[in-house]
């Protein structure tokens, strides 16, 4: 059964800072991964889509690495700013329809 | 841009009563999905679909169920509302099958039922 952590639950960083959030996933037969951003009381913003044959998407101050074999990827912020301040999540399509989430990182950047 | 918009930002119910909680896309989305999302469980499908009138289970289905009778619109119905279902929920849609495809979620509706 795929299951997908997310360490730390919680971080909180100077603004400025780079940073790294991490998605671990236990079975590597994935179609995709997607970063998923969320603020409080709202519905999720997707950030980045890595399909299976990739490596990496950069979109902006965002990049997203995906290593199949070791089970894990990354979402790096270059530059974070207080506006960043929210919850990141990772999903995994884990068979042709099914995505399974990460339970978060909580991410606060502090001016 | 993909839009996916739910009917209620916010809703007060009472227990028993039948609750809908319709989702809207506008992309021509083959799949569509209700997630509900509490405090230290996560996000958790609910029901799925992928094509008109079809639907899935997903891993809490009990107490639910829902309609697709148009391509572009996908409700949830609890049929008898309890305080056990207030919480987050989370309509999402995507296209076809595979690698390529990419969700959508829409603003939530947070529930409440009293």
């Known amino acids: 059964k795929q299951e997908v952590t997310q360490i730390p639950a919680a971080l909180s960083v100077p603004e400025g800072e780079n940073l790294v959030l991490n998605c671990s996933f236990t079975d590597s037969a994935i179609y995709n991964l997607q970063w998923f951003r969320q603020d409080p009381g709202k519905g999720l913003t997707s950030l980045l889509l890595i399909q299976s044959s990739q490596r990496e998407q950069t979109s902006g101050r965002l990049n997203a690495s995906l290593d199949k074999s070791s089970g894990r990827s990354t979402l790096y912020i270059a530059a974070s700013q207080p506006g960043d301040s929210a919850t990141y999540l990772c999903?995994?399509?884990?068979?042709?329809?099914?995505?399974?989430f990460g339970t978060g990182t909580r991410l606060k950047v502090l001016a | 841009d993909v839009k996916v918009t739910q009917s209620s930002r916010y809703l007060v119910k009472r227990t028993g009563e039948k609750v809908f909680l319709e989702c809207v896309q506008d992309?021509?989305?083959?799949?569509m999905f209700w997630y509900r999302q509490d405090p230290g469980l996560g996000l958790r499908l609910i029901y799925f679909s992928y094509d008109v009138k079809m639907k899935e289970k997903g891993d809490i289905p009990e107490g639910y169920s829902v309609s697709r009778e148009k391509k572009e619109r996908f409700s949830l119905i609890l049929e008898s509302a309890s305080t056990n279902q207030t919480s987050m929920y989370l309509c999402?849609?995507?296209?076809?099958?595979?690698?390529?495809?990419?969700?959508?979620f829409g603003q939530g509706t947070r529930l409440t039922v009293v």
């Open positions: 992309m021509d989305h083959e799949n």
């Open positions: 999903a995994l399509l884990s068979g042709t329809y099914k995505y399974i």
């Open positions: 999402a849609s995507s296209a076809g099958t595979g690698g390529i495809t990419e969700a959508f």
